[in-house]
């Protein structure tokens, strides 16, 4: 049994760290080579870097920062945010990014996840999704630009899609559930987990211990990820592994 995976994101606007609720009302949290060193120290398996204003401000990731980031940890790291071509995910895998995230840009054009996964391999092509249930239909469907914009994809079909085109991994960030603290999406990791099989980190709803303990037992993903219960030190992630442990999960200690 592959070890599950505890893994802090930074939402980076500005350059600074954000968080808010439900993708909305951002308040500062921090420097991300600072956070990102104390999660080093942490233990976490993973970072997730998230320049969450790139696509809306049509710009590039921020590569320096991304580099700044890159400096402070050893662990892998997803750099998403703005990236919209080749060059581009060369670019950051470059100034030290392990994978990057295409989220609008996979939508947009999903020929850039089969040609970056040809030119850099399929477990460099992280797909993130943004799913929000339609309320009239019940229906799983995808956001694009950082929440801000509605498609006709429905999650699942869209999920299948991805990974058909070279996807290696899948971050799904339930909106519903981001920011409220109120636990993750379980029903629809299993849906997703139904339908494909390439990893799935879950996203959104972190918000005590119990929430990664329900989501690993209960749906196949391979990664949880939290913001703002780790940003603000309300969970530390030696005590939510020992947890883990402690409740039959497997995980990296």
């Known amino acids: 049994m592959l070890a599950k995976r505890i893994i802090p994101c930074l939402d980076v606007d500005a350059g600074r760290v954000k968080k808010g609720v439900n993708f909305v009302n951002l308040k500062d949290v921090g420097d991300p080579a600072e956070i990102a060193a104390n999660y080093q120290q942490q233990g976490a398996d993973e970072l997730v870097f998230l320049d969450i204003t790139a696509t809306n401000e049509q710009r590039r990731t921020m590569v320096e920062v991304v580099e700044k980031v890159s400096r402070q940890?050893?662990?892998?790291?997803?750099?998403?945010?703005?990236?919209?071509?080749?060059?581009?995910?060369?670019?950051?895998?470059?100034?030290?990014?392990?994978?990057?995230?295409?989220?609008?840009?996979?939508?947009?054009?999903?020929?850039?996840?089969?040609?970056?996964?040809?030119?850099?391999?399929?477990?460099?092509?992280?797909?993130?999704?943004?799913?929000?249930?339609?309320?009239?239909?019940?229906?799983?469907?995808?956001?694009?630009?950082?929440g801000q914009q509605a498609t006709n994809l429905e999650a699942v079909a869209w999920a299948k899609k991805v990974v058909a085109l070279g996807a290696g991994e899948l971050l799904v960030t339930s909106m519903d559930q981001d920011g409220t603290k109120n636990g993750f999406a379980i029903?629809?990791?299993?849906?997703?987990?139904?339908?494909?099989?390439?990893?799935?980190?879950?996203?959104?709803?972190?918000?005590?211990?119990?929430?990664?303990?329900?989501?690993?037992?209960?749906?196949?993903?391979?990664?949880?990820?939290?913001?703002?219960?780790?940003?603000?030190?309300e969970l530390t992630i030696p005590e939510v592994k020992q947890r883990l442990k402690a409740a039959g999960v497997s995980v990296r200690c």
Do not use: R
Not at 89 to 99: F, H, N
Not at 187 to 210: M, N, R, T
């Open 73 to 146: 940890v050893f662990m892998p790291l997803t750099v998403g945010g703005g990236i919209t071509s080749v060059a581009q995910i060369q670019a950051l895998l470059k100034a030290g990014a392990d994978k990057v995230s295409l989220n609008s840009a996979a939508v947009a054009d999903p020929q850039l996840i089969t040609a970056g996964a040809k030119k850099f391999g399929n477990q460099c092509i992280v797909v993130a999704i943004d799913v929000k249930i339609n309320p009239q239909t019940g229906q799983p469907m995808v956001y694009t630009h950082g």
């Open 187 to 233: 029903e629809l990791y299993q849906k997703l987990a139904a339908a494909i099989d390439v990893p799935i980190i879950a996203s959104g709803g972190a918000g005590k211990i119990q929430d990664f303990i329900d989501v690993f037992q209960q749906a196949e993903v391979d990664g949880a990820l939290a913001a703002s219960v780790f940003h603000y030190g």
